[in-house]
């Protein structure tokens, strides 16, 4: 079991940026590859950024590159995730989550999952 906990989000304006945070607990945190998603109201979950476990591979979604920067400290058991030049349309509530099997952009492959943090972008 791995718990984890979101913080960080909050009020930005366009252009903009915020670092979010997830803090893990539980199970050794530095087996675990984790990733970023979020999900907009009425929208699906969709995916954001994968880190590896050792922090050697990072992916992004398209739209998103050159924009956000995933990264990871397992000393501390957190990943971040650093966002630029945020955008209107960035808003959503973001989740981390650790991946167990499966396709990285999948949330299917991810067991464990924070609750959450809101990120609102105004323009």
């Known amino acids: 079991q791995v718990q984890l906990v979101e913080s960080g989000g909050g009020l930005v304006q366009s252009g903009g940026s915020l670092r979010l945070s997830c803090a893990a607990s539980?199970?050794?945190?530095?087996?675990?590859?984790m990733g970023w998603f979020r999900q907009a109201p009425g929208k699906e979950r969709v995916f954001v950024s994968f880190?590896?476990?050792?922090?050697?591979?990072?992916v992004y979604a398209d739209s998103l590159k050159g924009r956000f920067t995933i990264s990871r400290d397992n000393a501390k058991n957190t990943v971040y995730l650093q966002m630029n030049s945020l955008k209107p349309e960035d808003t959503a509530v973001y989740y981390c989550?650790?991946?167990?099997?499966?396709?990285?952009?999948?949330?299917?492959?991810?067991?464990?999952w924070g609750q959450g943090t809101q990120v609102t972008v105004s323009s």
């Open positions: 539980g199970r050794t945190f530095s087996n675990y590859n």
């Open positions: 989550a650790a991946r167990t099997s499966g396709s990285l952009y999948s949330p299917l492959s991810y067991t464990y």
């Open positions: 880190i590896s476990s050792n922090a050697y591979n990072t």
